[in-house]
Protein backbone atom coordinates (compact mmCIF):
# COMPACT_ATOMS: atom_id res chain seq x y z
CA UNK A 1 0.00 0.00 0.00
CA UNK A 2 1.38 3.19 -0.54
CA UNK A 3 2.59 5.66 1.45
CA UNK A 4 0.34 8.67 2.91
CA UNK A 5 2.82 10.88 4.90
CA UNK A 6 2.27 14.25 4.00
CA UNK A 7 5.56 15.82 2.69
CA UNK A 8 6.47 19.32 2.78
CA UNK A 9 8.21 21.45 0.17
CA UNK A 10 9.90 24.46 1.51
CA UNK A 11 9.49 27.01 -1.59
CA UNK A 12 12.14 29.32 -2.39
CA UNK A 13 10.94 30.54 -5.70
CA UNK A 14 7.31 31.74 -7.18
CA UNK A 15 5.84 28.37 -8.34
CA UNK A 16 4.92 28.17 -11.88
CA UNK A 17 1.29 26.64 -12.87
CA UNK A 18 1.88 23.21 -13.66
CA UNK A 19 0.14 21.27 -16.95
CA UNK A 20 -3.06 19.73 -15.32
CA UNK A 21 -4.48 17.10 -18.08
CA UNK A 22 -7.05 14.48 -17.54
CA UNK A 23 -5.94 11.03 -19.26
CA UNK A 24 -8.65 8.82 -20.63
CA UNK A 25 -9.35 5.92 -23.31
CA UNK A 26 -12.33 5.33 -25.15
CA UNK A 27 -12.63 1.96 -23.01
CA UNK A 28 -13.99 0.31 -19.96
CA UNK A 29 -10.64 0.16 -17.34
CA UNK A 30 -7.85 2.27 -18.47
CA UNK A 31 -5.32 1.58 -16.05
CA UNK A 32 -7.15 -0.16 -13.25
CA UNK A 33 -8.44 -3.41 -14.67
CA UNK A 34 -11.81 -4.11 -12.94
CA UNK A 35 -13.35 -1.15 -11.40
CA UNK A 36 -15.88 -0.80 -14.16
CA UNK A 37 -17.24 -3.24 -11.40
CA UNK A 38 -17.85 -0.65 -8.76
CA UNK A 39 -20.83 1.15 -8.46
CA UNK A 40 -20.22 4.35 -8.99
CA UNK A 41 -17.91 3.78 -11.66
CA UNK A 42 -19.74 5.28 -15.21
CA UNK A 43 -16.55 4.07 -17.71
CA UNK A 44 -19.05 1.61 -19.02
CA UNK A 45 -20.77 4.51 -20.98
CA UNK A 46 -17.75 5.03 -22.83
CA UNK A 47 -19.54 4.39 -26.18
CA UNK A 48 -22.06 7.05 -25.28
CA UNK A 49 -21.80 10.85 -26.22
CA UNK A 50 -22.95 11.96 -22.23
CA UNK A 51 -19.83 10.44 -21.10
CA UNK A 52 -17.82 12.58 -23.38
CA UNK A 53 -19.29 15.56 -23.18
CA UNK A 54 -20.38 15.34 -19.19
CA UNK A 55 -16.13 14.66 -19.20
CA UNK A 56 -15.67 17.68 -21.19
CA UNK A 57 -17.96 20.21 -19.00
CA UNK A 58 -16.45 18.96 -15.75
CA UNK A 59 -12.72 19.47 -16.69
CA UNK A 60 -13.69 22.52 -17.84
CA UNK A 61 -15.20 23.77 -14.86
CA UNK A 62 -11.71 22.75 -13.19
CA UNK A 63 -9.59 24.96 -15.96
CA UNK A 64 -7.99 21.76 -16.89
CA UNK A 65 -5.56 22.39 -19.62
CA UNK A 66 -6.04 19.41 -22.08
CA UNK A 67 -7.77 15.85 -22.17
CA UNK A 68 -5.20 13.49 -23.23
CA UNK A 69 -6.99 10.40 -25.00
CA UNK A 70 -4.94 6.98 -24.98
CA UNK A 71 -5.60 4.42 -27.92
CA UNK A 72 -4.30 1.24 -28.78
CA UNK A 73 -5.48 -0.67 -32.05
CA UNK A 74 -6.43 -4.27 -30.78
CA UNK A 75 -6.23 -6.37 -27.48
CA UNK A 76 -3.74 -7.43 -25.52
CA UNK A 77 -3.42 -11.14 -25.59
CA UNK A 78 0.54 -11.58 -24.65
CA UNK A 79 -0.59 -12.56 -20.77
CA UNK A 80 -0.67 -16.74 -20.82
CA UNK A 81 -0.32 -16.84 -24.17
CA UNK A 82 0.48 -16.31 -27.02
CA UNK A 83 -2.79 -15.19 -28.76
CA UNK A 84 -4.98 -15.25 -25.40
CA UNK A 85 -7.41 -12.18 -25.19
CA UNK A 86 -9.25 -14.55 -22.30
CA UNK A 87 -8.07 -11.88 -19.17
CA UNK A 88 -8.11 -8.56 -21.26
CA UNK A 89 -11.76 -9.54 -22.06
CA UNK A 90 -12.97 -10.79 -19.09
CA UNK A 91 -11.87 -8.02 -16.78
CA UNK A 92 -12.57 -4.91 -19.36
CA UNK A 93 -8.71 -3.78 -19.67
CA UNK A 94 -8.62 -1.69 -22.48
CA UNK A 95 -11.03 -3.60 -24.23
CA UNK A 96 -13.44 -3.43 -25.75
CA UNK A 97 -12.11 0.35 -27.33
CA UNK A 98 -13.70 2.71 -29.90
CA UNK A 99 -11.90 5.62 -31.73
CA UNK A 100 -10.80 8.52 -29.78
CA UNK A 101 -11.28 11.06 -32.92
CA UNK A 102 -14.94 10.61 -33.05
CA UNK A 103 -15.54 11.82 -29.52
CA UNK A 104 -13.45 14.96 -29.78
CA UNK A 105 -16.12 17.05 -31.76
CA UNK A 106 -18.60 16.33 -29.15
CA UNK A 107 -16.34 17.85 -26.26
CA UNK A 108 -15.74 20.46 -28.34
CA UNK A 109 -19.05 21.62 -29.01
CA UNK A 110 -19.72 21.65 -25.17
CA UNK A 111 -16.55 24.16 -24.43
CA UNK A 112 -14.48 26.76 -25.10
CA UNK A 113 -11.08 26.22 -23.81
CA UNK A 114 -10.73 22.83 -22.75
CA UNK A 115 -8.09 21.44 -25.31
CA UNK A 116 -7.37 17.21 -26.76
CA UNK A 117 -4.38 15.60 -27.19
CA UNK A 118 -5.49 12.50 -29.22
CA UNK A 119 -3.46 9.21 -29.65
CA UNK A 120 -2.95 7.96 -33.88
CA UNK A 121 -0.72 5.68 -34.54
CA UNK A 122 2.05 5.83 -37.22
CA UNK A 123 1.44 2.38 -38.47
CA UNK A 124 -2.66 2.88 -39.08
CA UNK A 125 -3.35 4.62 -41.83
CA UNK A 126 -1.27 6.54 -45.20
CA UNK A 127 0.11 9.87 -44.47
CA UNK A 128 -2.35 11.52 -46.25
CA UNK A 129 -5.25 10.61 -45.03
CA UNK A 130 -4.21 11.00 -41.35
CA UNK A 131 -3.40 14.37 -41.98
CA UNK A 132 -6.97 15.11 -43.14
CA UNK A 133 -7.95 13.74 -40.30
CA UNK A 134 -6.01 15.60 -37.98
CA UNK A 135 -6.69 19.03 -39.72
CA UNK A 136 -10.77 18.94 -39.61
CA UNK A 137 -10.22 18.25 -35.33
CA UNK A 138 -8.16 21.53 -36.05
CA UNK A 139 -11.07 23.15 -37.51
CA UNK A 140 -13.43 21.81 -35.83
CA UNK A 141 -12.09 22.85 -32.45
CA UNK A 142 -11.01 25.70 -33.58
CA UNK A 143 -6.97 25.03 -32.85
CA UNK A 144 -7.98 23.13 -29.53
CA UNK A 145 -5.84 19.94 -30.88
CA UNK A 146 -2.75 17.77 -30.55
CA UNK A 147 -1.75 14.72 -31.37
CA UNK A 148 0.22 11.97 -29.52
CA UNK A 149 2.39 10.01 -32.04
CA UNK A 150 3.24 6.40 -31.24
CA UNK A 151 4.07 3.38 -33.87
CA UNK A 152 2.50 0.86 -32.06
CA UNK A 153 3.55 -2.09 -29.76
CA UNK A 154 1.35 -4.93 -30.37
CA UNK A 155 1.66 -7.97 -32.30
CA UNK A 156 -1.90 -8.12 -32.27
CA UNK A 157 -2.35 -5.01 -33.95
CA UNK A 158 0.33 -5.42 -36.84
CA UNK A 159 -1.52 -8.60 -37.74
CA UNK A 160 -4.84 -6.88 -38.10
CA UNK A 161 -3.81 -3.72 -39.97
CA UNK A 162 -0.87 -4.70 -41.52
CA UNK A 163 -2.10 -7.49 -43.92
CA UNK A 164 -1.06 -10.41 -41.31
CA UNK A 165 2.77 -8.79 -41.17
CA UNK A 166 5.11 -8.82 -38.22
CA UNK A 167 5.60 -5.71 -36.09
CA UNK A 168 8.50 -4.26 -37.56
CA UNK A 169 11.59 -4.23 -35.32
CA UNK A 170 11.01 -1.21 -32.81
CA UNK A 171 14.11 1.12 -33.99
CA UNK A 172 12.44 0.51 -37.76
CA UNK A 173 9.12 1.89 -36.81
CA UNK A 174 10.57 5.10 -35.46
CA UNK A 175 12.47 5.51 -38.75
CA UNK A 176 9.21 4.99 -40.61
CA UNK A 177 7.87 7.29 -38.23
CA UNK A 178 10.25 10.06 -39.04
CA UNK A 179 8.94 9.74 -42.36
CA UNK A 180 5.79 9.66 -41.42
CA UNK A 181 6.11 12.62 -39.83
CA UNK A 182 7.92 14.64 -42.33
CA UNK A 183 4.99 14.21 -44.55
CA UNK A 184 2.58 15.59 -42.49
CA UNK A 185 4.25 18.72 -42.24
CA UNK A 186 4.56 19.47 -45.46
CA UNK A 187 1.37 18.49 -46.14
CA UNK A 188 0.03 20.80 -43.32
CA UNK A 189 2.69 23.68 -43.64
CA UNK A 190 4.30 23.46 -47.35
CA UNK A 191 1.09 22.36 -49.25
CA UNK A 192 -0.95 25.58 -48.63
CA UNK A 193 0.41 29.92 -48.10
CA UNK A 194 -1.00 30.91 -44.84
CA UNK A 195 -3.04 33.69 -47.26
CA UNK A 196 -4.28 30.39 -49.85
CA UNK A 197 -8.38 31.06 -49.26
CA UNK A 198 -9.10 34.23 -50.41
CA UNK A 199 -12.93 34.48 -51.31
CA UNK A 200 -13.21 37.31 -53.11
CA UNK A 201 -13.63 38.22 -57.00
CA UNK A 202 -14.92 35.13 -56.90
CA UNK A 203 -12.63 32.76 -56.05
CA UNK A 204 -12.38 30.57 -53.02
CA UNK A 205 -8.96 28.99 -53.03
CA UNK A 206 -6.08 30.49 -55.28
CA UNK A 207 -4.36 27.94 -57.01
CA UNK A 208 -1.10 29.89 -57.15
CA UNK A 209 -0.83 29.27 -53.60
CA UNK A 210 -1.56 25.71 -53.59
CA UNK A 211 1.53 23.74 -54.32
CA UNK A 212 2.00 19.48 -54.58
CA UNK A 213 4.60 18.55 -52.17
CA UNK A 214 6.43 15.67 -54.06
CA UNK A 215 7.70 13.76 -51.21
CA UNK A 216 9.35 10.70 -51.93
CA UNK A 217 10.98 8.83 -49.32
CA UNK A 218 11.80 4.98 -48.52
CA UNK A 219 8.25 4.52 -46.81
CA UNK A 220 6.64 6.80 -48.52
CA UNK A 221 5.49 8.55 -51.60
CA UNK A 222 3.09 11.42 -51.80
CA UNK A 223 2.56 14.06 -54.16
CA UNK A 224 -0.39 15.89 -52.62
CA UNK A 225 -1.61 18.52 -52.37
CA UNK A 226 -3.34 18.69 -48.97
CA UNK A 227 -6.76 18.44 -49.35
CA UNK A 228 -7.42 20.55 -46.31
CA UNK A 229 -7.09 24.68 -46.27
CA UNK A 230 -4.23 25.68 -43.53
CA UNK A 231 -6.01 24.81 -39.58
CA UNK A 232 -6.01 27.69 -36.95
CA UNK A 233 -3.08 26.22 -35.59
CA UNK A 234 -1.29 25.73 -39.00
CA UNK A 235 0.21 22.68 -37.31
CA UNK A 236 -1.58 20.49 -34.35
CA UNK A 237 1.02 20.50 -31.36
CA UNK A 238 2.97 17.69 -31.45
CA UNK A 239 3.20 15.19 -28.43
CA UNK A 240 5.46 12.11 -27.95
CA UNK A 241 4.70 9.34 -25.16
CA UNK A 242 7.97 6.67 -25.97
CA UNK A 243 10.66 6.86 -23.52
CA UNK A 244 13.31 4.75 -24.77
CA UNK A 245 16.35 5.80 -25.79
CA UNK A 246 15.33 5.99 -29.74
CA UNK A 247 11.83 7.24 -28.71
CA UNK A 248 13.52 9.87 -26.46
CA UNK A 249 15.38 10.75 -29.09
CA UNK A 250 12.85 11.57 -31.75
CA UNK A 251 10.72 13.74 -28.96
CA UNK A 252 14.06 15.59 -28.88
CA UNK A 253 13.46 16.24 -32.33
CA UNK A 254 10.16 16.80 -32.64
CA UNK A 255 8.24 17.12 -29.91
CA UNK A 256 6.49 19.84 -27.65
CA UNK A 257 5.36 17.91 -24.71
CA UNK A 258 6.29 14.36 -23.80
CA UNK A 259 4.28 11.55 -21.86
CA UNK A 260 7.24 10.17 -19.65
CA UNK A 261 6.93 8.13 -16.26
CA UNK A 262 9.03 7.24 -13.30
CA UNK A 263 7.81 5.45 -10.39
CA UNK A 264 10.13 7.47 -8.06
CA UNK A 265 10.84 11.80 -8.52
CA UNK A 266 14.38 10.89 -8.93
CA UNK A 267 14.24 8.06 -11.24
CA UNK A 268 11.71 10.80 -13.42
CA UNK A 269 14.30 13.57 -13.43
CA UNK A 270 17.03 11.16 -14.79
CA UNK A 271 14.75 10.54 -17.72
CA UNK A 272 13.58 14.30 -17.85
CA UNK A 273 17.55 15.21 -17.57
CA UNK A 274 18.52 12.79 -20.59
CA UNK A 275 15.56 14.32 -22.54
CA UNK A 276 16.41 17.83 -22.06
CA UNK A 277 20.25 16.85 -23.34
CA UNK A 278 19.19 15.18 -26.22
CA UNK A 279 16.49 18.63 -26.59
CA UNK A 280 19.53 20.92 -26.53
CA UNK A 281 21.64 18.43 -28.74
CA UNK A 282 19.05 19.03 -31.46
CA UNK A 283 19.48 22.71 -31.19
CA UNK A 284 16.27 23.65 -28.82
CA UNK A 285 14.96 25.38 -25.75
CA UNK A 286 14.67 22.66 -23.45
CA UNK A 287 11.63 24.86 -21.53
CA UNK A 288 10.49 24.07 -25.03
CA UNK A 289 9.64 20.95 -24.58
CA UNK A 290 7.21 19.93 -21.71
CA UNK A 291 7.24 16.66 -19.61
CA UNK A 292 4.02 15.01 -17.83
CA UNK A 293 4.20 12.53 -15.62
CA UNK A 294 0.92 9.77 -15.17
CA UNK A 295 -0.75 9.92 -11.95
CA UNK A 296 -4.15 8.17 -10.04
CA UNK A 297 -5.32 9.93 -7.15
CA UNK A 298 -7.14 8.90 -4.58
CA UNK A 299 -8.41 11.88 -2.21
CA UNK A 300 -11.39 12.73 -0.10
CA UNK A 301 -12.19 15.62 2.42
CA UNK A 302 -10.08 13.78 5.19
CA UNK A 303 -6.82 11.47 5.18
CA UNK A 304 -8.83 8.58 6.18
CA UNK A 305 -11.86 9.27 3.92
CA UNK A 306 -9.64 8.59 1.05
CA UNK A 307 -7.59 5.48 2.67
CA UNK A 308 -11.55 3.87 3.05
CA UNK A 309 -11.90 5.15 -0.64
CA UNK A 310 -8.48 3.16 -1.54
CA UNK A 311 -9.66 0.06 0.02
CA UNK A 312 -13.63 0.28 -1.05
CA UNK A 313 -11.57 0.72 -4.72
CA UNK A 314 -9.06 -2.44 -4.25
CA UNK A 315 -12.28 -4.86 -3.89
CA UNK A 316 -12.98 -4.31 -7.23
CA UNK A 317 -9.77 -4.41 -9.30
CA UNK A 318 -8.73 -7.56 -11.87
CA UNK A 319 -5.47 -8.67 -10.91
CA UNK A 320 -5.97 -11.02 -13.80
CA UNK A 321 -6.54 -7.77 -15.89
CA UNK A 322 -3.66 -5.93 -14.28
CA UNK A 323 -1.27 -8.91 -15.46
CA UNK A 324 -2.82 -9.00 -19.34
CA UNK A 325 -1.79 -4.95 -19.51
CA UNK A 326 1.39 -5.52 -18.05
CA UNK A 327 2.42 -8.56 -20.22
CA UNK A 328 0.67 -6.28 -23.58
CA UNK A 329 2.65 -3.04 -22.92
CA UNK A 330 6.17 -4.97 -21.91
CA UNK A 331 5.67 -8.24 -24.68
CA UNK A 332 6.88 -10.02 -21.49
CA UNK A 333 4.63 -12.73 -20.37
CA UNK A 334 4.21 -12.31 -16.99
CA UNK A 335 2.39 -15.38 -15.95
CA UNK A 336 5.63 -17.40 -16.90
CA UNK A 337 7.33 -16.09 -14.09
CA UNK A 338 6.54 -17.12 -10.29
CA UNK A 339 4.89 -15.09 -8.00
CA UNK A 340 8.38 -14.47 -6.01
CA UNK A 341 10.10 -14.68 -8.98
CA UNK A 342 12.10 -11.16 -10.17
CA UNK A 343 11.49 -10.21 -13.53
CA UNK A 344 14.78 -10.08 -15.73
CA UNK A 345 15.37 -7.63 -18.14
CA UNK A 346 13.86 -8.72 -21.37
CA UNK A 347 14.82 -7.48 -24.99
CA UNK A 348 11.76 -7.04 -26.36
CA UNK A 349 10.06 -5.14 -29.29
CA UNK A 350 7.08 -3.80 -27.19
CA UNK A 351 7.62 -0.78 -24.93
CA UNK A 352 11.33 -1.02 -23.95
CA UNK A 353 11.05 2.01 -21.37
CA UNK A 354 8.18 0.16 -20.00
CA UNK A 355 10.06 -2.88 -19.37
CA UNK A 356 13.11 -0.94 -18.05
CA UNK A 357 11.15 1.08 -15.58
CA UNK A 358 9.58 -2.62 -13.46
CA UNK A 359 13.02 -4.64 -14.40
CA UNK A 360 16.06 -2.07 -13.93
CA UNK A 361 16.73 -0.39 -10.53
CA UNK A 362 16.23 3.29 -10.61
CA UNK A 363 17.45 6.25 -8.80
CA UNK A 364 14.93 6.36 -5.28
CA UNK A 365 13.90 2.87 -5.07
CA UNK A 366 14.71 1.22 -1.67
CA UNK A 367 18.07 -0.80 -2.01
CA UNK A 368 16.01 -4.16 -0.81
CA UNK A 369 13.43 -3.81 -3.66
CA UNK A 370 12.56 -6.84 -5.55
CA UNK A 371 10.71 -6.67 -8.51
CA UNK A 372 8.83 -9.76 -8.64
CA UNK A 373 5.57 -10.69 -9.91
CA UNK A 374 3.93 -10.39 -7.13
CA UNK A 375 5.44 -6.50 -6.30
CA UNK A 376 4.46 -5.66 -9.73
CA UNK A 377 0.99 -6.46 -9.80
CA UNK A 378 0.34 -5.28 -6.34
CA UNK A 379 1.30 -2.08 -8.00
CA UNK A 380 -0.25 -2.10 -11.47
CA UNK A 381 -3.95 -3.12 -9.76
CA UNK A 382 -4.52 0.68 -9.17
CA UNK A 383 -2.98 3.67 -11.51
CA UNK A 384 -1.18 0.91 -13.58
CA UNK A 385 2.05 2.54 -14.95
CA UNK A 386 1.49 5.66 -12.98
CA UNK A 387 2.24 6.58 -9.66
CA UNK A 388 -0.33 6.28 -6.95
CA UNK A 389 -0.90 9.37 -4.52
CA UNK A 390 -3.65 8.72 -2.01
CA UNK A 391 -4.66 11.30 1.12
CA UNK A 392 -6.60 14.50 1.74
CA UNK A 393 -6.41 17.16 -0.61
CA UNK A 394 -3.21 19.47 1.27
CA UNK A 395 -1.64 15.79 1.04
CA UNK A 396 -2.26 15.08 -2.52
CA UNK A 397 -1.17 18.37 -3.56
CA UNK A 398 2.06 17.99 -1.37
CA UNK A 399 3.16 15.56 -2.71
CA UNK A 400 2.37 16.71 -6.18
CA UNK A 401 3.88 19.30 -5.58
CA UNK A 402 7.28 17.71 -4.20
CA UNK A 403 7.83 14.96 -7.66
CA UNK A 404 7.38 18.65 -9.45
CA UNK A 405 10.37 20.33 -7.84
CA UNK A 406 12.45 17.26 -7.29
CA UNK A 407 11.92 15.65 -10.99
CA UNK A 408 11.48 19.03 -12.73
CA UNK A 409 8.28 17.63 -14.30
CA UNK A 410 6.14 20.17 -15.95
CA UNK A 411 2.92 18.89 -14.99
CA UNK A 412 0.60 15.70 -14.92
CA UNK A 413 -2.07 13.73 -16.77
CA UNK A 414 -4.54 13.04 -13.89
CA UNK A 415 -5.88 9.03 -14.44
CA UNK A 416 -9.03 7.47 -12.87
CA UNK A 417 -9.36 4.79 -10.66
CA UNK A 418 -13.59 5.04 -11.14
CA UNK A 419 -14.94 7.59 -13.33
CA UNK A 420 -15.60 10.13 -13.60
CA UNK A 421 -15.48 10.05 -9.53
CA UNK A 422 -11.65 10.31 -9.76
CA UNK A 423 -11.90 13.12 -12.24
CA UNK A 424 -15.14 14.68 -9.96
CA UNK A 425 -12.42 14.48 -6.87
CA UNK A 426 -9.56 16.36 -8.78
CA UNK A 427 -11.83 19.09 -9.67
CA UNK A 428 -13.67 19.61 -6.01
CA UNK A 429 -10.43 18.75 -3.81
CA UNK A 430 -7.44 19.05 -5.40
CA UNK A 431 -7.22 21.83 -8.02
CA UNK A 432 -8.69 24.63 -5.73
CA UNK A 433 -5.50 23.66 -3.22
CA UNK A 434 -2.95 23.68 -6.06
CA UNK A 435 -4.51 27.15 -7.58
CA UNK A 436 -4.61 28.62 -4.07
CA UNK A 437 -0.85 27.69 -3.91
CA UNK A 438 0.07 29.09 -7.32
CA UNK A 439 0.49 25.90 -8.83
CA UNK A 440 -2.67 25.63 -11.09
CA UNK A 441 -4.68 28.59 -13.12
CA UNK A 442 -7.98 29.74 -11.75
CA UNK A 443 -8.88 31.09 -15.11
CA UNK A 444 -8.15 30.28 -18.80
CA UNK A 445 -5.93 32.89 -20.18
CA UNK A 446 -8.37 34.19 -22.42
CA UNK A 447 -11.27 32.61 -23.99
CA UNK A 448 -11.30 30.55 -27.27
CA UNK A 449 -7.44 29.45 -26.17
CA UNK A 450 -5.70 27.15 -28.72
CA UNK A 451 -3.80 23.91 -27.21
CA UNK A 452 -0.25 25.55 -28.31
CA UNK A 453 -1.49 28.49 -25.85
CA UNK A 454 -1.93 26.10 -23.33
CA UNK A 455 1.41 25.33 -23.63
CA UNK A 456 3.46 28.20 -23.93
CA UNK A 457 1.34 31.17 -23.34
CA UNK A 458 -1.40 33.65 -24.96
CA UNK A 459 -0.05 34.72 -28.59
CA UNK A 460 1.97 30.96 -29.21
CA UNK A 461 -0.41 29.88 -31.85
CA UNK A 462 2.59 28.37 -33.98
CA UNK A 463 6.13 26.12 -33.15
CA UNK A 464 8.92 27.59 -31.71
CA UNK A 465 11.50 29.11 -34.14
CA UNK A 466 14.11 26.32 -33.00
CA UNK A 467 11.40 24.07 -34.17
CA UNK A 468 12.59 21.38 -37.13
CA UNK A 469 9.50 22.39 -38.89
CA UNK A 470 9.02 25.88 -38.22
CA UNK A 471 10.83 27.04 -41.51
CA UNK A 472 7.94 24.55 -43.44
CA UNK A 473 5.61 27.20 -43.57
CA UNK A 474 4.52 28.90 -46.39
CA UNK A 475 3.57 32.36 -45.14
CA UNK A 476 1.18 34.90 -46.50
CA UNK A 477 2.64 37.07 -48.76
CA UNK A 478 5.11 34.91 -49.84
CA UNK A 479 4.88 33.70 -53.84
CA UNK A 480 5.14 30.29 -55.11
CA UNK A 481 8.18 30.86 -56.30
CA UNK A 482 10.02 32.51 -53.37
CA UNK A 483 8.73 29.44 -50.57
CA UNK A 484 9.99 26.74 -53.15
CA UNK A 485 13.75 28.64 -53.40
CA UNK A 486 13.95 29.02 -49.59
CA UNK A 487 12.44 25.11 -49.20
CA UNK A 488 15.21 22.81 -50.20
CA UNK A 489 17.33 24.93 -47.54
CA UNK A 490 15.03 23.68 -44.50
CA UNK A 491 14.45 20.43 -45.81
CA UNK A 492 18.82 19.76 -46.09
CA UNK A 493 19.33 21.15 -42.28
CA UNK A 494 16.22 19.33 -40.52
CA UNK A 495 15.06 16.35 -42.62
CA UNK A 496 17.76 15.00 -45.05
CA UNK A 497 18.02 11.57 -44.91
Not at 122 to 137: D, G, K, N, S, V
Not at 306 to 311: L, V, W
Not at 368 to 393: F, H, M, N, S
Request: with cysteine; aromatic share 10%.
Amino acid sequence: MPTHKRQKVELEKKPKHLIINAFDMMCPSLQTAGLWKHPKDKSRDYNTIEYWANLAKLLEKGKVNALFIADVLSGYDVYNGPRNFDAAARSGAQFPINDPHAAIPVMAAVTKNLTFAVTSSTITEAPYHFARRLATLDHLTKGRIGWNIVSSYLDSSARNVLNGANLPDHDERYDKAEEYLEVVYQLFLSSWADDAVELKNGVFSNPDKIREINYEGKHYTVPGPSITEPTPQRLPVILQAGASTKGLEYAAKHAEAVFINGMTPEGLKTKIDKLKKLVVANGRNPDDVKTVQLVTVITGPTHDEAIAKYKDYKQYTDKEGAQALFSGWTGVDIGKFAYDEELDKNQTNSIRSFVEMWTKPMPGDPPDLKKTRATIVDQLEIGGLGILIIGDPNEVADELIRWHEVSGVDGFNFTYAVSPGSFEDLVEYVIPVLQERGYAQKEYPREGITFRENLYGVGNTYLKPDHPAYGLRWRAGETKEEFEKRLPKVLEEHFSK
